[in-house]
């Protein structure tokens, strides 16, 4: 299993390498670019209300569909039937709850139609992460692994030519680029659905009250857990917004730090997509031996990875701001480096975390979660009126590092699972060397972008030196062999 999770991950690694950073960092920052920081930051915000009560979409079915079909992929088949019915109901759902509560937080007009598209696009988004749950849960990494980067390929060319390709010299509106989502996501929902329905031997919607209930009733767990922590990791931007009287501007200011955070913790949600099935599958083999070498493979390549960024990033915040605005970059920057500092944290939990929801170990998981959003909704509401949006992200790294030690605590209690302790001291190693290797070129005068150039050398020496990554450890993975199941 560890060696079909770094064939895998390599693989989602190069395609999403390739594309999602250059979404990212280059047209969803020229959008913010084009329509200002105040225009975005509503916009932001606006996205950010529909993701809190998108679970509403799944009620946790993706989740545990990934792991129900990883364990039983006979059963695909009868599964994509009677669900889809289910799911459109669903849609309809969302859509009153979502417009009912921005209308309440007092959202109307231009903004409420703009809302309206958006919840269009989080429907997409949910169908297209439940057809690749089927298609993961499959052991179909590689069509996954595609799916994965569709969406953003198509949005990169239709934004990318509204941006720049363009010979009318209109303005860029903010609309073209959610209706461009609405295009991307539509696409890449009818090939996931072609891929699916070729995997499942054809597929006919029905509508099954009973199974619907059923799959609901053991799913809601898993929605409850998504909406919780949810709501730590998207509440800070519509607290911005609604809170100060300069809100959208603080939104936009927060959404240019977030972004590049965004941009390096997708790696850790691809990551934790493609351990989720294979956890599942460990979960019900006679042999769970491979769980504990599987966590230990993924946390040193976790923490070799985003400790480099994290450590770069924080020292050289103003710099990576500088690099991609022209304004508010002073006042992005702290953001940004409290939001690195959480990267590490979130990674963590996409690999302690994705096996508690592999092991069913829901209870605590809720527990847990709903604790971090009243921590985080709490901190939020003393720390913005006071910091604006530097409040916001150290309620997020308070909230993240809390999450994270609590998750490795209970993958202790529930699973036995210890990360042996010679792993934590090579990683305060590596870490202090990473820190003297930034200080020591500094102090040879170099500029940050230089820098950089050393320091990725000195991250991959590190590793190997520390013992972080070496080829015994490489090469055992490589050699793992899946049990087989009960």
């Known amino acids: 299993m560890q060696r079909s999770f770094l064939l895998n991950l390599a693989l989602l690694l190069v395609l999403n390498l390739l594309v999602k950073p250059f979404y990212i960092l280059g047209i969803d920052a020229g959008v913010q670019d084009a329509v200002g920081s105040a225009t975005y930051g509503t916009y932001a915000a606006l996205l950010s209300l529909s993701f809190l009560l998108n679970i509403v979409l799944d009620l946790g079915m993706t989740n545990r569909n990934a792991r129900h079909i990883a364990q039983h992929t006979h059963l695909l088949g009868k599964t994509v039937d009677g669900l889809l019915g289910a799911r459109l109901v669903l849609v309809g759902l969302y859509a009153v709850l ?51 980067v569709l969406d953003r390929v198509l949005l990169i060319g239709l934004v990318g030519w509204a941006l720049w390709g363009r010979a009318d010299g209109a303005p860029f509106r903010i609309e073209w680029f959610v209706w461009a989502q609405t295009a991307a996501y539509a696409v890449t929902a009818l090939v996931a659905f072609a891929f699916v329905r070729r995997l499942a031997g054809g597929v006919r919607p029905r509508w099954q009250p009973a199974f619907a209930w059923v799959t609901v009733r053991q799913s809601f767990p898993y929605a409850l857990l998504v909406l919780l922590m949810t709501f730590y990791y998207r509440t800070d931007t519509v607290m911005l917004e609604r809170m100060l009287p300069d809100g959208p501007t603080e939104a936009g200011i927060y959404a240019q730090a977030f972004r590049f955070f965004e941009a390096f913790n997708m790696l850790g949600f691809l990551m934790a997509g493609l351990l989720l099935p294979m956890f599942s599958r460990l979960l019900a083999s006679t042999d769970r031996s491979g769980i504990p ?7 040193r390549l976790v923490l070799t990875g985003t400790l480099a960024v994290a450590v770069f990033g924080i020292m050289h915040a103003q710099f990576i701001m500088d690099l991609r605005y022209s304004e508010f970059t002073t006042r992005s920057a702290p953001v940004f480096a409290l939001l690195i500092g959480c990267f590490v944290a ?33 901190l939020n509401w003393f720390l913005i009126p006071r910091m604006q949006a530097e409040g916001a992200a150290w309620a997020s790294l308070i909230t993240q590092v809390l999450t994270a030690v609590v998750q490795i605590v209970l993958v202790r209690q529930l699973h036995g699972v210890v990360l042996p302790v010679h792993i934590w001291v090579r990683t305060v190693l590596y870490a202090a060397g990473l820190v003297l290797a930034l200080v020591g070129l500094a102090a040879a005068g170099l500029g940050p972008g230089t820098q950089l ?7 991959l020496g590190l590793a190997f030196a520390t013992g972080m990554i070496g080829r015994k450890v490489l090469y055992e993975a490589m050699e793992f062999r899946v049990p087989p199941k009960v």
């Open 293 to 299: 070498p599987l966590v230990a493979l993924a946390m």
């Open 346 to 378: 979130v990674c963590t939990t996409y690999v302690f975390g994705t096996l508690l929801t592999a092991g069913g170990d829901l209870r605590r998981l809720n527990i847990m979660a709903a604790g971090g959003a009243v921590l985080n909704i709490g």
């Open 98 to 148: 979502t417009l009912v509560v921005a209308l309440v937080l007092g959202y109307q007009g231009v903004e409420v139609g703009l809302l309206g598209w958006l919840i269009v696009n989080q429907a997409l988004v949910a169908t297209i992460l439940y057809f690749r749950s089927n298609i993961a849960g499959a052991q179909r990494y590689k069509q996954d692994s595609l799916l994965s």
């Open 453 to 459: 150039v050393f320091f990725a050398g000195a991250v």
